[in-house]
């Protein structure tokens, strides 16, 4: 396998992980709104606070991935 068909890979890999963690995440709030709309504040401080991570770390992800493309 050549190092940019496993770069490929590990790059999707690990973005998939964080959309994946999006989605559930997500349904999750959805689920839980529906349950009690009351905790509504609660909940979405939440969600935002942990999409912010999940987000923060694709990009981490991403940043990696590209400096090992353009090495040598």
């Not at 559930?24 to 935002?48: C, D, E, H, Q, V």
Request: proline share 4%.
């Amino acid at each position: 396998m050549s190092r940019n068909a496993a770069l490929l890979i590990i790059f999707g890999l690990c973005i998939l992980g964080p959309c994946l963690v999006f989605a559930a995440a997500i349904y999750a709030s959805i689920n839980a709104l529906g349950r009690n709309p009351s905790s509504a504040p609660k909940i979405f401080t939440a969600m935002i606070i942990g999409l912010v991570f999940v987000e923060a770390l694709a990009i981490i992800v991403m940043l990696i991935v590209f400096q090992l493309f353009s090495r040598t």
